[in-house]
């Protein structure tokens, strides 16, 4: 069945708490959601998310939306969906970069694809390898007492065992005083990672590092900015704890440069960064014929992104530094009538067609920015 409509939606949902990273502090998401209909009235469903605006990294859900409609539609009214590979090798033509404009239109085809066929999405990507993955949660509430008070709550309910702090925000020597109080009160029963968000320089790294690494911190997410790639491949020579590329690998062209040129040694994977579920599979191949342990990130996604991102991780071989799909913890509502399932301080990969979400159409309405938008 031919692909009938492609409907972009930008929707605001409120978090749970405050989410403190260096550049930003969230307290409601954007979310980019896309619809695909097609001529039998099947739709596929995906969502796409940016943090901050343009503050994070250079794609807003505005500028998402608008090259959507503008330049990448076109290339999919009319066409079957069960294409989506050959349509976005025709669209990676068409349209440079646009990575998360990308990532939203492919998913939302291989949703509607997958339930097509009655399958679930991983079916289309390979074939799944877990049932269930290493769930992390990030500690970014910006007070010590109320991060430690949280660490210790998510300990007890089996929640999260894998604890990523965010410090590129204030003074860094405080920060890593921040880490070290969080590590003796809860190092011994969890792992404990940091994220800096690009947003030492490298002095300053080499400082803040060492007093992690000695602490026993186990993972370092992008101290420095994105274009300091020199700068990585000397922290990475230079220290014991693993060094990940995160906002520094989108394209699997950037990420065979990281690996190539050790600019980290591990790499944080995001469906959106990279430009969809297939292109996500290209990057984790490179990592792993690299040597490079892998993370499967979160652009802080609800629900229904956070199982695209679960479909396409479950067929990746191994997480050496589990996941983040936490999205849904986060936020203070759903679009969808169902939700990812945590147990056992892993999430639980959906079953269900597609990627196992079922839209709730009036939460979407609800969360819609322009009800003008045909939301029947
Ligand atoms: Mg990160």
Redesign the pocket.
């Given at each position: 069945m031919k692909i009938r409509s492609v409907d972009i939606y930008i929707l605001d949902i409120p978090t749970v708490r405050p989410h403190q990273l260096s550049m930003h502090t969230i307290t409601a998401q954007s979310i980019v959601v896309a619809r695909i209909t097609n001529e039998g009235g099947l739709e596929g469903w995906a969502e796409v998310a940016t943090i901050g605006g343009a503050s994070y990294g250079e794609g807003t859900p505005e500028a998402i939306k608008a090259n959507i409609d503008q330049y990448i539609t076109p290339h999919l009214l009319g066409r079957n969906p069960n294409d989506f590979s050959k349509i976005m090798f025709e669209v990676s033509k068409a349209v440079r970069g646009n990575h998360f404009a990308k990532a939203v239109v492919e998913e939302a085809m291989i949703d509607l694809a997958a339930k097509s066929k009655n399958i679930p999405a991983y079916e289309l990507l390979g074939g799944k390898i877990h049932d269930s993955l290493p769930l992390a949660w990030t500690l970014a509430s910006g007070d010590t007492g109320r991060d430690i008070e949280e660490a210790k709550e998510l300990l007890q309910q089996k929640r999260h065992k894998i604890f990523k702090l965010k410090i590129g925000k204030g003074d860094p020597y405080k920060n890593v005083e921040h880490v070290l109080k969080i590590i003796a009160a809860v190092g011994d029963q969890a792992r404990v990672t940091v994220?800096v968000?690009q947003a030492w320089d490298e002095t300053i790294a080499n400082y803040c590092i060492e007093a992690l690494q000695d602490g026993g911190v186990s993972m370092v997410?992008?101290p420095l900015p994105t274009w300091n790639y020199e700068g990585m491949a000397r922290l990475t020579e230079r220290f014991k704890v693993p060094i990940?590329a995160?906002?520094s690998a989108n394209s699997v062209h950037d990420v065979f440069q990281i690996t190539k040129h050790r600019y980290g040694n591990c790499i944080?994977l995001k469906p959106c960064k990279h430009g969809g579920l297939m292109e996500t599979k290209k990057v984790a191949a490179i990592a792993e014929g690299s040597g490079f342990g892998l993370y499967g990130?979160t652009m802080i996604e609800s629900s229904l992104g956070s199982a695209a991102c679960a479909a396409v991780y479950a067929t990746i071989s191994e997480f050496e530094f589990g996941t983040e799909i936490f999205g849904p913890l986060l936020f203070k509502d759903r679009i969808t009538v169902n939700d990812l399932q945590f147990e056992n301080f892993e999430v639980i990969i959906p079953d269900g067609p597609g990627f196992g979400m079922e839209i709730d159409l009036d939460k979407v309405r609800h969360y819609a920015r322009d009800y003008s938008y045909s939301l029947s």
């Open positions: 994220d968000n997410e992008q990940m995160d906002e944080a990130g």
